[in-house]
C-alpha cells in the first residue's frame, strides 16, 4: 500500500513559477510509475507529467511540455513537479498518483493517489 502526500500548492501570478512536490510512503519508490495530475474546476483529471518506471523516461502532456519538469528522489521519496511560465488555465488541484502498471499520463492507469493541492494562478 502506497500513500502519497502532495505539498506547495498555493497562490501564483502569471507566468510565475511553482514546484509541487510529493511525498511516498509505504512500499518500494522503485516499483512505481509516478505521475501529476491536472484537474481544473468543472472538468476532468488529465495527466500532465510522468516518470515511467520501466525506462525512467519522462513523458508531458503537449500543453506543459517544455514548461514543467518532473523529478523524482528516490532518498527522500519525493517526486516534485516545477511548474514554469504558469497560464492561467493551470489552475484547479494537483494530485500525484502511482501506479505499477504501463500507463504513463493515462488517469485511469493509476492505482494510488493522494489528496490533491491546489493552484490558482492570478493575473
Known amino acids: 500500500q502506497v500513500q502519497l502526500v502532495e505539498s506547495g500548492g498555493g497562490l501564483v501570478s502569471f507566468g510565475d513559477s511553482l514546484t509541487l512536490s510529493c511525498t511516498a510512503s509505504?512500499?518500494?519508490?522503485?516499483?512505481?510509475?509516478n505521475g501529476w495530475f491536472h484537474q481544473a474546476p468543472g472538468k476532468e483529471r488529465k495527466g500532465v507529467a510522468c516518470?515511467?518506471?520501466?525506462?525512467?523516461?519522462?513523458y508531458y502532456s503537449d500543453s506543459v511540455r517544455g514548461r514543467f519538469t518532473i523529478s523524482k528522489n528516490p532518498d527522500t521519496t519525493t517526486v516534485d513537479l516545477r511548474m514554469d511560465k504558469m497560464q492561467l488555465e493551470q489552475t484547479g488541484t494537483y494530485y500525484c498518483?502511482?501506479?505499477?502498471?504501463?500507463?504513463?499520463?493515462?488517469?485511469?492507469?493509476?492505482?494510488?493517489w493522494g489528496q490533491g493541492t491546489q493552484v490558482t494562478v492570478s493575473s
Open positions: 509505504g512500499s518500494n519508490f522503485d516499483r512505481y510509475s
Open positions: 516518470i515511467h518506471r520501466f525506462n525512467g523516461n519522462n
Open positions: 498518483a502511482d501506479t505499477t502498471g504501463t500507463g504513463c499520463l493515462t488517469t485511469v492507469a493509476y492505482d494510488y
